[in-house]
């Protein structure tokens, strides 16, 4: 009786090659899965960086109008008059125009293209 319980055991013991590839197929496709979703995240944390970088040197902006009755000459005057904090506005252009001001991304950083 003994013997044939350990025979039984020897037979059935350990996976088979083919159900090992099965769960590394499996894996893989799961890896690749995680990998194609979260690809675009770091894209879309910078975007929305951007965009608050913009709407703060805005805001900035329109808080110095205020306090003022004329608008900063540059984003270093703001900086001066207390507004915005020296790194805040690292990639972002500001421009004083006849009417007012517009607060741009930065030509060649990640913000370009961003508007107030």
């Known amino acids: 009786m003994y013997q044939r319980i350990r025979k039984a055991m020897k037979e059935e013991s350990g996976f088979t090659l083919i159900e090992l590839l099965i769960v590394i197929v499996i894996l893989g496709i799961l890896a690749a899965v ?34 003022n009755s004329s608008y900063a000459a540059d984003i ?17 252009t500001y421009t004083v125009t006849g009417t007012g001001f517009t607060a741009v991304g ?11």
Request: some cysteine.
């Open 76 to 92: 270093a005057a703001l900086k001066a008059g207390g507004f915005l904090h020296s790194d805040t506005a690292d990639n972002v």
């Open 34 to 67: 995680v990998v194609f979703s979260v690809q675009g995240i770091t894209n879309r944390g910078d975007a929305s960086a951007c965009k608050s970088d913009v709407a703060t040197v805005t805001t900035a902006g329109e808080a110095y109008y205020a306090k």
């Open 106 to 116: 930065a030509t060649g950083s990640a913000c370009a293209g961003f508007t107030s």
